[in-house]
C-alpha cells in the first residue's frame, strides 16, 4: 500500500462519484452557517423548492455583523437586523440548529464546533468564511467556499471539488518563552508570502507543532488562509484526543477506543510525500508584528520596516509604497514606541480562552495606559462564562480594560458598531490588517495576545526592552 497523507486519505475516502477532468463530488460532514452570504443561498432553494439534504449536518450561528454589548441593540441597524432574522426565518424552517446571539453555546463558528465536540478527524467541513482553515487543528479538512457552493452543499451535501496540491511546513525545535503560534504563523507568512500556498493545502507537522495545544494548532491553522493556501492541517495525536473526549463529554459521548484508532488512522504515514517543503527552525522565531497592510509585510519587535528600494519585486515594492503611505510610517524605522489609540483581543484566531489567561496574565499587576481603550471579546460564551468562572472579568475590570458580555467577529471584520473611527490606531489580535478592515482608514497592526496586551499597559506598540515585563509574570 502507498504511503498517504492525511489530505489524500480524507479526499478519497470522501469521494461520491467522479464527473471528469480531474472533478470529484466531495461528501461533506460538516457545513457551517452564519448571517452573511447565506441568505441568497437559501432563496436559491426556495426558488427550486428543495429542502436542507442533512440539516443534522448543518450548524449555524450569528457572529459577523453582531453587537458585542446587548441583544438588544441588535435590531439598530436595519441591515444587520434583516440578515439574522432571515437566517433564524430559514433555519426554523429547514430544522437547522442555530445559535442565537447570547445564547448557551453561541459564538464565533470556528470557535463553538471545535468546544462543542462536532469537528472530528477525518471529517469534511465547509463554511462560507475563508478562516474556516481553523478547523485543520484536528486533522479536518476544511475550507472556505462561496454563496453558490453554499446552496450546492445545502441541497445535496455534497461540493464539486478539484484535488488540491500539498505543501508540508515542517517547524523543528522549541519555540521560545512567550513566544507562540501566532508568532509562528506571521513567521510562516513573511517567509511565504501571501500567495506562497496558492493551490495548496499546507500540512504543519515537526516537533514546535506536535507540542502546540489544540488552542494554538487552530490559531496556526486559521492563519492558513492568509498564506494564500486553500486549507491548513495538522495530523491527530494525543493531544488531538484528549481534547475530543473532554468536549465531547460535555455531549454525553463517550469515545471508545475503536473511535480513537479511527481518528489516528488519517495522520499521515511516515513515508508519505508532499508536493512542496518548507523547513522553518522554531528557535529562531521572535516576536511579532505587521507594519504594513497585508500579513506578509511584518517585522520582528526592533526591526525596521524596510527600505522600498530595496524591494527587488516590483509588486512587494508597490505594495510596500502604498502601505507605507496609508500606515503613516517611513521607512527605515521602526514600528515600537508608535502611539496607539486601540488594542483588540477577540476573533477566531485569538478569542479563545487560553488568549484571555495569557492577557490576564499580564494585567494582574498592570493597568491599560490611559491613551488606550483595549477591547476583550470573548470567542464563544462558553468562553465568556469560563472567564467569569476563572475571575478573569474582575482583573480585567480593575486593570481598566473593556471586557464585553457578549461573543462575536467584532473589531475583526468591523462589520459592527465596534469598529474604530478614521486615523485611528490599533494593536489587533485578528488575521487581518488589510486597508479599512477595521474601520475607515483605521490603521491595523496584528500580533500576538502578549504583545498585544503589552503594548496596552505602554500606550505604544512594545519595545524588545518592554519585553522584560513578559518574563515578570
Known amino acids: 500500500m502507498n504511503p498517504k497523507t492525511i489530505v489524500q486519505k480524507i479526499w478519497q475516502s470522501h469521494i461520491v462519484d467522479s464527473l471528469g477532468a480531474n472533478e470529484v463530488l466531495l461528501y461533506i460532514d460538516l457545513h457551517l452557517l452564519h448571517e452573511i452570504n447565506t441568505p441568497p443561498a437559501f432563496d436559491g432553494l426556495k426558488e427550486k423548492g428543495i429542502k436542507v439534504h442533512r440539516p443534522d449536518r448543518t450548524l449555524s450561528t450569528e457572529d459577523h455583523n453582531t453587537p458585542t454589548t446587548s441583544v438588544i441593540n441588535i435590531k439598530k441597524d436595519p441591515l444587520t437586523w434583516t440578515q439574522i432574522n432571515l437566517l433564524r426565518r430559514n433555519c426554523e424552517l429547514h430544522g437547522i440548529k442555530h445559535n442565537k446571539l447570547g445564547s448557551y453555546e453561541q459564538g464565533i463558528t470556528h470557535v463553538i464546533a471545535p468546544e462543542q465536540g462536532r469537528v472530528l478527524p477525518g471529517m469534511t467541513l465547509v463554511c462560507c468564511d475563508s478562516h474556516t482553515t481553523t478547523h485543520g487543528a484536528f486533522g479536518a479538512l476544511a475550507f472556505g467556499i462561496g454563496t453558490s457552493q453554499v446552496e450546492h452543499v445545502l441541497a445535496t451535501q455534497t461540493l464539486r471539488a478539484i484535488p488540491f496540491k500539498t505543501m508540508c511546513i515542517h517547524v523543528d525545535g522549541k519555540l521560545s518563552v512567550n513566544i507562540d503560534a501566532k508568532d509562528l504563523a ?11 500556498g496558492q493551490g495548496y493545502i499546507i500540512e504543519y507537522r515537526g516537533s514546535a507543532i506536535t507540542s502546540l495545544s489544540i488552542e494554538q494548532r487552530m490559531t496556526l491553522c ?3 488562509v492568509e498564506a494564500g493556501a486553500s ?5 491527530p495525536d494525543d493531544t488531538t484526543i484528549s481534547y475530543l473526549q473532554e468536549a465531547l463529554a460535555k455531549r454525553q459521548i463517550d469515545v471508545s477506543q475503536e473511535m480513537i484508532q479511527e481518528w489516528l488512522s488519517y495522520a499521515t ?6 508536493d512542496k517543503y518548507v523547513h522553518m527552525n522554531a528557535e529562531k522565531i521572535q516576536p511579532m508584528i505587521t507594519w504594513g497592510t497585508n500579513p506578509s509585510q511584518v517585522v520582528t519587535l526592533g526591526e525596521i520596516i524596510p ?7 516590483p509588486s512587494e515594492c508597490l505594495a510596500a509604497q502604498q502601505a507605507i503611505e496609508y500606515m503613516g510610517l517611513q521607512e527605515g524605522t521602526t514600528v515600537s514606541m508608535l502611539p496607539i489609540n486601540n488594542v483588540f483581543i477577540g476573533s477566531c484566531t485569538n478569542g479563545r480562552i487560553e488568549d484571555l489567561r495569557i492577557v490576564a496574565s499580564l494585567l494582574k499587576h498592570h493597568k491599560v495606559h490611559s491613551d488606550v481603550h483595549m477591547l476583550i471579546v ?6 465568556y462564562r469560563q472567564a467569569i468562572n476563572e475571575g478573569l472579568d474582575k482583573i480585567f475590570k480593575r486593570a ?7 461573543s462575536g467577529c467584532s473589531l475583526c471584520v468591523g462589520l459592527n458598531s465596534d469598529k474604530l473611527t478614521p486615523g485611528k490606531r490599533v494593536v489587533s489580535t485578528s488575521n487581518r490588517n488589510f486597508e479599512g478592515r477595521q474601520g475607515s482608514k483605521v490603521r491595523t497592526h496584528i500580533t500576538s495576545p502578549r504583545i498585544a496586551t503589552l503594548s496596552a499597559i505602554k500606550g505604544h506598540i512594545a519595545t524588545v526592552d518592554d519585553l522584560g515585563l513578559l518574563n515578570n509574570e
Open 269 to 274: 504515514d511516515q513515508e508519505a510525500k508532499f
Open 186 to 196: 506571521l513567521s510562516i507568512i513573511r517567509k511565504i508570502g501571501t500567495g506562497g
Open 222 to 224: 486559521n492563519m492558513t
Open 400 to 406: 481598566g480594560a473593556d471586557f464585553r458580555c457578549l
Open 378 to 383: 470573548p470567542g464563544s460564551m462558553a468562553v
Open 307 to 313: 527600505f522600498v528600494e530595496k524591494i527587488t519585486d
Open 231 to 235: 486549507a491548513g492541517i495538522i495530523s
